[in-house]
Structure formats: C-alpha cells, structure tokens
C-alpha cells in the first residue's frame, strides 16, 4: 500500500509547493483586460495598439494630444517655436522632467530615441516617420548601405577595388595604425613597416579628401596594400572595421540629422519640408523618449552614475562595449545589435506617470504611479493591472462575473447578439434616455442614470469606430500572375464592380456589426479640417451602365456578360484570410452579389494569413480583402499607400498625376490649401480611380459598465491614455 | 537495472536530436516570418532581410547548428563572448522575452495543472473502476459506463465552457480566468483530467473484474475476509498495476497537450503559446518548448519504469539483467 501511496503524497507536495511560489497580486485601481499581451514595451519598435496604450503611461512625448479632439499640449516640454517656413521647431522641455530612476529627462534624451528609431539595426516599423527630419532619410540610406559593404569581403584584385571600397580599406587601415597596438592576432606582413604605412595611409586619405577618382589612382600604385588587406581579413581586425563604422555612424548623424540640443533643455528640429502634422507625429508612440543608459545596459562607476544622475547621462563618456550589457556590435555584420531585456522589471526606466512594476509573459503587466513624475496627481489611478485572455469567450464569461473593470477587444462568436441586447435596453429606455443626451450628460452617464438592464438587455457593451477602413483591393496590374489579361486593369470595370455593392446590407445581415459603410478611404470627420469627398454610393443601374460602356455586357442572354468578341468575364479570383470568420462571411456575400447583379462568376480562396499575405505581396489575386488603419492625424497616413512606389501599394496602382499631386502636397506650406489637394486626390481615387473597395469603418468593441469606468475617449483615433482612465469599482 | 538506467540515459540524448533534428525542418517549412506583422504596415524590405539575418533566419543550417550549440551550452562551454548555459535564444514573435524566460514562468503552470488533472483523473478513475468492476453487469456498472463515455467523447472547448458558465458566472463559486490558488486551479484540471479518468475507470474495471474472480480473492472470502478490506487491500493492488503503465505517457499528455484547456481558462501555460507560436513560426520559441518537453518525456518514461519495477519486484523489464 505504501509504495502506492508514496507517488501520490509527493506530486501532492509538489503541487503543494508550486501553488505557494506563484501568488497573484493585489487588486488595482483599474483592471483591463488584453486580448493580446503586448509586443514590446520598447516605444520605438511599437506599432499595435495595445502596446501603444502603454507608452501613454510609461513615457512622456515632448507634446501631448488630448485624446477628445487630438488638439496638441505640452507635455515634456511646451508648444514649440515654429520658423515662418514651417521647418523649424524649437521645444523648451521642462526642467523638473525626471525619470523614474531619477535622471533628469533632457533634450539628449529625445535625439538619442530618435537617433535610435531611425538606424536601419533598430529596425522599427515607423522609421520612416523620422526621415521628416532633415538629413534622416539620407542617414538612413547611408548606414544601410555602409551595412551591404561591410557584409561583402574584400576584394583581393586591385582592380575591383571601387571608391567605396578603397575607403573602407583606407579607413579601416588607418583605424588599425591609429590604435596603441594592434588588436590581437592581427600581425602586418613581415616587410612592413608600421610608421611607413601609416605615412601611406594619411597620403590616401588625404588624396581622398582631393577626389574620389584621385584615391583610386593612387591606391592602384600601392603594391604593398592588398597584402596589408589580405593579412588583415580576419574576425579581430572585422571587429575594429565594425566599430570604427559605428563611430562614424555616431558623428555623421550628430554632423547630418538635424535634430540638435542648444542647451540641456532645448531641442531643435529642422524638417526636410514643411509637415503641418510633425507635432502630430511628436505625440505618436514611436517619438517617445527612452533612456538611454538603461536601452543599452550601460555599467557606470559611482561617480559617473551620480553625475548621470544629477545633470543627464550626456554627461558621461558612454562606457565601452564591454561594459554594456544589452548591446553589441556584431563583429560578421557590423550592425548594432540590441537585446531587449530592458523592457522589463527590475530594469525598465520610463518618464511617464506609470511605472512598470510586473510584466508576466501573456499574462499580466501592472502599472503603479511614478514617484519621480513631474505632477504628482496626474495619473487617476494608483495601480493598473492589465491582464491578458486571449480567448474572446473566456474573455466575456470573466467581465460577468465582475472582476475586471474594461475588456479593451469583445470580438466573441456572439458579439452581434450582444449589441441586439444593447438595442433593446436602449430602445426599452428611449424616451428617458434621449431626455437625459438633452439633459447635456454624455452617453455613459445617461445610461448609467437609467434602471438596470432586464432579462435579455444590457447596457455594458460599446461599439466605437476606429481610424481605420475594411476594404478590398482590386488588383491593378495590366496582367495576371498567370500571364492573363487582367480585367480590372480598367477603371471602368473597378468603379462598377465598387458601386454594385450594397454595403448596407453587409453590415447588417453578414457581419451583424452595423459599421458605419464607406464609400471613401478615410473615415470622415477624423481629421480636423479636412473635407471627405462623396465617393461613389451604391448604384446598381450606373454600375452595369459603366461595365457596358467598357465594353462589358450579356451578349448572348446567358445571364454572363461577355466581351465584344463574346468571350465571357475571366472567373473572378477573390482572396481572404482565414484567420477570422469575418472575410469568410463578407466575401461570400459580395461573391452573392456580384453574380447576382453583374453576371460574372467568383471563385472564393481563403487562405491563412501567412500565404494571404504573400499571395498578395506576389499580385496573386483579382480581388482582395484588405484594410487599413491611420497612423497620425493627416490624410497622408492613408493617401500614401496610392503612390506607385510606397511599400504597402499590394494593388500597383499606379497613376502619374496622383503621384505627382501627392508630391505636389509635401511642399505646400499652407495647411488648408494642402488639406484642399489632398482632398481633391480622396477624390480622384474614390470617384475615378477606385483601386480598392471601401467596405465600413472598422470598430471596435468594449465592455464596462457605464458609470463604472470614466475618461474613454470617443474619439476614432481611440488612442486612450490609461493614466485619464478613472473607476468607480471598490 | 543500474545497468538499464544506464543505457537509457546513454541513448536519451541520440533521440532528443532526432526529434530536435525533424522537429526543426517540420518548423522551417512553415510559411511567413515571424519578424513581421501578418497586417499593417510592411517595413522596407531591406530592413526585412536585414531583420532576417540578424536572426539567422536566413539560412537554414545556420540556424540549425547555432540553435543547437547554444543550447547545449557548447558555446558557453567553449566560452563565447555573451554566450549563456542552456540558451533557447529570443522569441522571435515576442523579442523582448527569451524562451528561457517564457519556459521558467510558465513550464510550472502546465505541469502543476497537468499534475494536478492526473491526481483528480486517479481518485475519480480509480474510484469509478473500483464501483463499476467489483459488480459487472449491475446498474452501478452501467452508470459508470455512461459517465466514462462522456469524459473520452466530450471535447474539453466543451466541458470547460460549460463548467465556467454554470461554476462561474452562475453560482459564482470558482474565479474566471485567475491562476494562483488551488480555487482557480479546479475547474481546468478537472477539465483536463475527465478523459484521462475515464480511461482509467475502464482500466480498473477490467482489472477488478480479473482479480475478483481470481483464487486469492476467493481463498480470503472463504477466511471471511470482509469485501471492502479484500477490494481495497488485495485486489485493487493488482488491478491497478495497468494504470500505473498508463500514468506515465498520460502525465505526458496532460502536462503537454493542455493548450485547449488553458485557453478556455485563460490558464498561463505554456501550451497555448506553444500553439501561437507554431501559427507565428516563432522557430527559437517551437524548439525551445520540444527541447525541453521532449527531454521531460524521456525522464518520465524512465521513471515510470523504475515504478513499475519498485512497486511490483517481480516485473522485469526489457533490456534489464533477469535476477
């Protein structure tokens, strides 16, 4: 009996043991919870919402929107001096700025973050953001292409040395002769000597400094070079090229990218062209500050830590690479490399009023109030937990029972459902509660006024729209993957098959979600001062009129249509993803439609997203699902996209005089006239062009009980800061 | 049987790189990077590559063997700049987290909810068997019969969400999506444990079956040996000898294949993101949870026969010395 007894009492004390060493934290103040656990706490490499939601609490930008009506306030530092061109701001940061380990936050900060974002090694998603600023895009190439050189040995044939070349071999050589002795393992040929070479290498650079071609002339008379070369291509003197490259890379972005400190307190940034929305960009996550000591894992002495402490890191000579522990330089590639464990407890430094006190791997973050932070009483709540559950199901039997305070994603099988029961509640209370909106209360307020919800109501669930737009692409290119002719070349046939779509119907008999339909890209009325245009509304007889006209039409009376040859519409190859029902639904009711309507024949393809994505990157499709979110408050942030060579254009769509308005608007200075063009270009595309379908505004769904949770902005961009977020929960 | 254990371990590690070895060139072919996003915005691509390269996405052998040397800590050993004993490498979806990281906080959740869902899966199995195999053919028998069927047929996305609606919306006696106390760890391990108890009952019963039809047991009844002592104290000993060969791969399977069950629960296990990380080709993440669930298997396999072989002296195992 024992020996059977025995196995079982001790799993039963190592069950014991393992429940005593993992303990749940206290309740917050505010508890939220995540579909997704966040990506990164590192404000540079962010880019999904959830994780944008934390740099509000756990840094301060230079400026801040307020997120009601996305209007610009100070933050870090006080509205800017602008120059009469537009390309010039001078920010004043606050003096009493401080991180949270006590360094205070000055404008050496802010050009070491940016600096940071814009190096190709970082390889942030918003990059291109940065090169707004004056001299970023050229650094950015440069350094790109210093990486491509380096990869690339050296040629051991005088002959294909090219000027690149030779001043990379000229700079590593005299890199090498400059240091005190020669890195280990690394021996000059015998014949040489040091002090000759070293006379050889100042006569090249110095040729180099006269011309290009004239270094080349004369490295193709030193015999003795492509031995030195050939002696040195090894891993120690790789190491020394690779950090010599970063120094440079250090200076010429100090000499090159115009974003200065004048002083401690003082930034300066001169933008390549006027860009009414930069201090837009100043507020988005990607521009917040990090700290730099802390990102690379720098190992101060005492007396170094304290004067960081007292007047700002900058004060310091940056330790070795050896005595910083998160970042290295990659001897193989010479790129900057950088790990990421900064990002959590015990290490993380912020300036923002939360700071990170847990980070549990798709589990939980807790934020608790910044002891270091300029205003003491800023942030709402004391402590945030934020937890993450992953399955939409759980995710709503767990706000049922009362333990969490917001769920930030409801994307449940059930959702339509739901939302029919919010309709009923508020159809229950219709009177009163259009009593109360005239009474001046905002919603939750005035639904927080009315009885509680009966058997098959509810009043917790709350659609917001977003930023962004559900659509489908028409692929543009004049062939086919298959080598086709490809149909939707035409606008013609574009602009019909956009308007044969009745998207009402889609979004209240198939998604169930009542979006707001789109007949333009940008959701109206999200960015202030700038006028939507109509686009094409749902007009069927104009639809087949237009398929007719571009020559499309049921010829023989089959129910198809076919060519003026007779041959009939190409099978219509509609690509989505299958990662959610959601395009499953939608494409099989525009599929419904469109053979229906137009008489053509529609193959669906569902993929997952990984192959959907490439079969679009690939032009493998005629149609495809899609959709978009803005990133900052300018039409660019969606317009872009139509230019021929943007990055994320899957349609080709390629028109010269969208391209060369687009261009035309980056050198505009007067913000109206430029928000007037850019309209105009809304226009053309949406009324003329139509490369992709608008479907709906895309919305997303929260739960908290009205009256319970306050300070959620309404606004599309739904950029909500957790520190303005109070509650009413015990 | 030192002798055995011996060569179990010297084979242990052969196998671990064959499965490291398919399990790796299965995880290379799945399509996408990791690196990016499936949606939004697409960065440059030479900043993709780049991307890549720095994580050695880009060439298949190169990954393999820089993997592999990291962890089994070969290059710690051979005292690589920045390298670390047993490194699995940054999640490469998640790269502020490294999989030691991600394994250390969450390895335990599973294998306490797996451990746990075994011991509920025993008592309920057991007991099951015991009732249901002393009477064959009664009604109890019956009732038994029925309740096993459910636990082998009933997906667990089912059992799980019906027990959080009635055990925890409705009558509010256990906490949703919480881990920490033996209150949360109830209902998943429940959950987790029905099939693997309903296994077990039939083991048990047809073991009780054999045994209570066997001399020894009628030699004691003649004693007058009262029934509960001869079914608990002779009988359920021997019967009970097949489940304890099967508790050995069925611990493997609770501690491993709980990902549905932790996502019902919203249990922090490593199942769940073991899945996410095969849809996201997070490779270091894949390898590094097969890496180490794979070697625990191993043990666990030996430790079940070293069991066996102390529990009842007079087995003998294959490959061991016959004394």
């Known amino acids: ?730 | 049987m030192s002798g055995l254990i011996l060569r179990r371990l010297l084979q242990a590690p052969l196998i671990l790189l064959v499965i490291y070895t398919i399990t790796f060139t299965l995880a290379w072919l799945i399509p996408g990077n990791p690196l990016e996003n499936p949606e939004g915005r697409r960065p440059p691509p030479e900043v993709a590559e780049a991307m890549k390269a720095r994580y050695n996405l880009d060439s298949y052998w190169g990954f393999y063997w820089d993997y592999l040397a990291n962890a089994t800590s070969l290059r710690y050993v051979q005292g690589r700049e920045g390298a670390k004993p047993f490194d699995l490498g940054p999640s490469l979806r998640h790269q502020d987290w490294t999989v030691n990281e991600i394994l250390a906080d969450q390895l335990p959740v599973s294998l306490t909810l797996g451990m746990l869902a075994i011991f509920i899966a025993c008592g309920i199995g057991i007991l099951a068997g015991m009732i249901g195999g002393t009477k064959p053919g009664s009604l109890r028998d019956f009732a038994t019969l029925i309740v096993a069927l459910v636990g082998i047929s009933l997906p667990s996305f089912v059992i799980g969400t019906v027990l959080l609606v009635t055990c925890s919306v409705w009558w509010k006696i256990f906490p949703i999506a919480s881990w920490g106390t033996l209150g949360d760890m109830i209902l998943p391990a429940l959950t987790l444990s029905l099939p693997f108890a309903a296994y077990i009952a039939r083991l048990t019963r047809f073991g009780m079956i054999d045994q209570m039809n066997a001399d020894y047991v009628r030699a004691a009844r003649a004693r007058g040996v009262g029934e509960l002592r001869i079914v608990i104290k002779h009988a359920l000993k021997n019967a009970a000898l097949p489940v304890l060969s099967y508790l050995g791969p069925a611990a493997a399977m609770a501690m491993t294949g709980s990902f549905v069950v932790e996502r019902v629960f919203a249990v922090p296990g490593i199942g769940q993101h073991f899945v996410d990380a095969v849809l996201s080709k997070d490779l270091t993440l894949i390898m590094g949870v097969v890496i180490v669930y794979s070697t625990l298997l191993v043990c666990f396999n030996l430790l079940v026969d070293v069991l066996y072989h102390w529990i009842d002296p007079r087995i003998t195992l294959a490959g061991s010395p016959t004394t």
């Open chain 1, 1 to 730: 009996m024992v020996r059977i007894v025995a196995p079982a009492l001790t799993l039963l004390v190592v069950l014991a043991l393992a429940l005593y060493l993992d303990a749940t934290p206290p309740r917050a103040d505010l508890v939220l919870v995540n579909r997704n656990d966040a990506f990164t706490l590192d404000p540079q490499r962010m880019s999904w919402m959830q994780d944008l939601r934390f740099a509000s609490a756990l840094y301060e930008p230079l400026l801040r929107w307020d997120n009601t009506d996305f209007s610009i306030h100070p933050a870090a530092a006080a509205l800017p001096e602008v120059s009469d061109d537009h390309r010039t701001y001078t920010f004043h940061l606050r003096h009493d700025g401080r991180w949270s380990n006590g360094d205070p936050v000055t404008a050496h900060d802010f050009i070491a973050s940016w600096r940071r974002a814009l190096l190709p090694d970082t390889a942030a998603d918003y990059s291109g953001m940065f090169m707004l600023i004056e001299g970023g895009e050229a650094f950015f190439t440069w350094r790109m292409q210093r990486l491509a050189e380096f990869g690339a040995d050296l040629p051991d044939d005088a002959t294909l040395i090219t000027p690149e070349v030779a001043q990379r071999v000229v700079g590593r050589l005299f890199h090498l002769l400059a240091q005190p002795a020669l890195p280990e393992g690394i021996a000059l040929p015998p014949a040489l000597d040091r002090e000759a070479l070293q006379r050889e290498m100042r006569r090249l650079l110095e040729a180099a400094d006269r011309s290009r071609t004239s270094l080349i002339s004369e490295l193709e008379q030193s015999t003795r070079l492509l031995e030195v070369v050939a002696a040195l291509d090894d891993e120690s003197s790789r190491t020394v090229e690779a950090h010599w490259l970063w120094d440079q890379t250090m200076a010429r972005f100090r000499d090159t990218v115009r974003v200065t400190a004048p002083d401690d307190f003082t930034l300066r940034v001169h933008l390549a062209r006027p860009a009414p929305y930069f201090l837009d960009l100043v507020c988005f996550g990607a521009f917040h500050p990090v700290h730099r000591p802390t990102v690379e894992g720098w190992q101060l002495n005492a007396s170094d830590l304290a004067l960081a402490n007292d007047r700002g890191w900058h004060m310091v000579v940056p330790p070795p690479f050896e005595a910083r522990r998160w970042v290295t330089i990659n001897p193989q590639t010479a790129r900057f490399e950088q790990r990421h464990d900064w990002t959590k407890p015990p290490y993380h430094v912020g300036n923002g009023p939360y700071v990170l006190r847990t980070w549990r791997y798709k589990r939980d973050i807790l934020l608790e109030r910044n002891a270091q932070y300029h205003t003491p009483d800023f942030a709402r709540c004391d402590r945030i937990l934020a937890v993450v559950i992953n399955d939409p199901n759980t995710a709503v039997l767990a706000f049922e029972t009362g333990r969490f305070d917001w769920l930030t994603d409801v994307s449940a099988e059930y959702l339509p459902d739901m939302l029919a029961q919010r309709k009923a509640y508020e159809a229950a209370h219709a009177e009163d509660l259009r009593a109360l909106l005239a009474g001046g209360m905002n919603i939750d307020e005035a639904l927080s006024a009315l009885p509680p919800p009966q058997e098959g109501q509810r009043r917790n669930i709350h659609v917001f729209p977003t930023f962004g737009t559900d659509f489908y692409s028409f692929n543009c290119r004049p062939t086919l993957s298959n080598g086709h002719a490809n149909p939707f070349a035409s606008a013609a046939v574009r602009r019909a098959f956009a308007r044969s779509i009745d998207k009402q119907a889609i979004v209240d008999n198939v998604t169930r979600l009542h979006e707001p339909v789109a007949n333009t890209f940008i959701p109206p009325h999200t960015i202030a001062g700038y006028e939507s245009p109509e686009g094409l509304a749902y007009d069927l007889q104009a639809a087949r009129r237009e398929l007719a006209a571009a020559g499309w039409d049921d010829r023989d009376g089959d129910g198809l249509i076919e060519d003026e040859r007779g041959n009939p519409f190409p099978v219509i190859d509609l690509l989505y993803s299958t990662n959610t029902s959601r395009y499953k639904w939608i494409s099989l009711e525009l599929k419904a439609q469109w053979e229906k309507t137009l008489g053509v024949r529609v193959q669906l393809r569902g993929k997952d997203s990984k192959f959907y994505k490439d079969d679009l990157i690939k032009g493998d499709f005629m149609i495809a699902r899609g959709r978009w979110y803005g990133d900052y408050g300018d039409p660019t942030t969606f317009l872009n996209i139509f230019h021929t060579l943007d990055g994320n254009n899957d349609r080709k769509f390629s028109d010269p005089m969208i391209d060369e308005m687009l261009e035309d608007a980056d050198r505009i200075v007067d913000p109206q006239a430029r928000l007037a063009l850019l309209s105009e270009i809304e226009r053309l595309l949406f009324e003329e062009h139509m490369p992709l379908m608008p479907i709906c505004q895309l919305v997303q769904v929260y739960m908290y009980e009205p009256g319970n949770v306050h300070g959620l902005s309404r606004h599309p961009r739904l950029s909500q800061f957790l520190w303005q977020i109070e509650t009413e929960s015990p």
